[in-house]
């Protein structure tokens, strides 16, 4: 997977997002950037990455919000519209430890079902890094930042302010093995 997976991605992401949710669709283009700069410590599947950071928030989509599970609605819209590879519908329905957020929701099993998570641990800790290192608006942020701003966004009592408290921890610790493996890169 590579450049044509990357220009596909944008193409749908773009056409669900910019017009409808201008600030989602910023904040998806600095998603995939950091996954371009993560890539290298991917290799082959350093297009799969960027696929699935361009297409993570995709079931924001107002079109696409059947459960209002963004994770869930993104995933079995690739799957079902465009006949999504496996592994891309499985990094967008689990992203940034969305399990713990469907539990949450009353929906784990269901995505736990349709979409198992993929047992590739660096390709979805890379995903959780380029997601949660990314603001609201597309720019760098520290992980930590990202959490606090997403808390003050919901609330704490909110089930996403609840699910981001659980999540926190496994999210500060997927950071640190990418920066890990990044930093371990040869330059």
């Known amino acids: 997977m590579g450049g044509l997976i990357d220009e596909w991605a944008t193409q749908i992401a773009k056409a669900e997002l910019s017009s409808t949710l201008p ?14 700069e993560v890539g290298q410590a991917l290799g082959q599947d350093a297009g799969l990455l960027v696929a699935a950071a361009t297409l993570h928030d995709i079931g ?10 963004h ?12 006949g999504a590879d496996e592994r891309l519908g499985r990094l967008v329905a689990n992203h940034s430890f969305a399990l713990l957020e469907a539990e949450e929701r009353g929906l784990r099993e269901e995505l736990s079902t349709e979409f198992p998570l993929l047992e590739e641990p660096l390709l979805v800790d890379a995903l959780v890094y380029c997601d949660m290192t990314t603001t609201p608006d597309g720019d760098r942020t520290t992980a930590q930042d990202r959490v606090a701003e997403i ?33 371990a890169q040869p330059r």
């Open 23 to 36: 600030r989602r669709w910023a904040h998806t283009q600095g998603v995939a950037k950091r996954a371009v």
């Open 151 to 183: 808390r003050s966004r919901y609330g704490d009592n909110s089930v996403v302010g609840r699910f981001i408290r659980r999540a926190a921890p496994e999210i500060f610790a997927s950071v640190e093995r990418v920066e890990a493996a990044l930093a």
């Open 60 to 69: 924001y989509a107002p079109r696409l919000a059947v459960t209002g599970f």
């Open 71 to 82: 994770p869930l609605d993104g995933a079995r819209f690739l799957r079902d519209e465009h």
